[in-house]
Antibody, heavy 123, light 106 residues
Framework: EVQLLESGGGLVQPGGSLRLSCAAS????????ITWVRQAPGKGLEWVSG????????HYADSVKGRFTISRDNSRNTNYLQTSNLRVEDTAVYYC????????????????WGQGTLVTVSS | IQMTQSPSTLSASVGDRVTITCRAS??????LAWYQQKPGKAPNLLIY???SLEGGVPSRFSGSGSGTEFTLTISSLQPDDFATYYC?????????FGQGTKVEIK
């Protein structure tokens, strides 16, 4: 069974940093790309960042570019989202998600999601 | 690519046929997904590649469309379907979601 477990959220002051982790199990982690999506309280979904299976292709939303860094440790089956210079508007539940990639010309949506970790940025 | 869903809220009864529309600010390949989300839960993938049903998803859900206009249809609304629905394009980065459509009990 595919499982993703986020951790590392919490309360942080504006300008602070947090490292979010996404621990994976039940699948061959090193073959799957990983995506982070966040959801502010009472709001919709916002794509944040994505990293390829090999870690060589990385993308960020403009809203976090230069402040967030995504990485992965395939030996530990874990993905990380390092957040810095946090703003009040970064307050959200952060989800990591993955999919069966692109096979035979078919690319899937985000099929597997963690339960999310809450980041609250407040003074 | 901006994704705009309509309506934002929809009131319907059990058994109704429901259609949600998602419009893109520019045409893209049909890498369009639909998700269902219930309060306090992670989203659940329903449809990928605009019209392909994800495994385990009831056949009352269907997707269609191409270019800049896409639709999600629920053929006969069931009690478990009252939730918020999001479209998402994953054809080009940055991936983007629609703002969501909340399906409420009429």
């Amino acid at each position: 069974e595919v499982q993703l477990l986020e951790s590392g959220g919490g309360l942080v002051q504006p300008g602070g940093s947090l490292r979010l982790s996404c621990a994976a199990s039940g699948f061959s982690f090193s073959y799957y790309d990983i995506t982070w999506v966040r959801q502010a309280p009472g709001k919709g979904l916002e794509w944040v960042s994505g990293i390829s299976a090999g870690g060589d292709i990385i993308h960020y939303a403009d809203s976090v570019k230069g402040r967030f860094t995504i990485s992965r440790d395939n030996s530990r089956n874990t993905n990380y989202l390092q957040t810095s210079n946090l703003r009040v508007e970064d307050t959200a539940v952060y989800y990591c998600a993955t999919r069966n990639g692109c096979n035979s010309g078919v690319c899937y949506g985000l099929q597997y999601w963690g339960q999310g970790t809450l980041v609250t940025v407040s003074s | 690519i901006q994704m705009t869903q309509s309506p934002s809220t929809l009131s319907a009864s059990v058994g109704d046929r429901v259609t949600i529309t998602c419009r893109a600010s520019q045409s893209f390949s049909n890498w369009l997904a639909w998700y269902q989300q219930k309060p306090g839960k992670a989203p659940n993938l329903l449809i990928y590649k605009a019209s392909s049903l994800e495994g385990g998803v009831p056949s009352r859900f269907s997707g269609s469309g191409s270019g800049t206009e896409f639709t999600l249809t629920i053929s006969s609304l069931q009690p478990d379907d009252f939730a918020t629905y999001y479209c998402q394009q994953y054809g080009s980065y940055p991936w983007t979601f629609g703002q969501g459509t909340k399906v409420e009990i009429k």
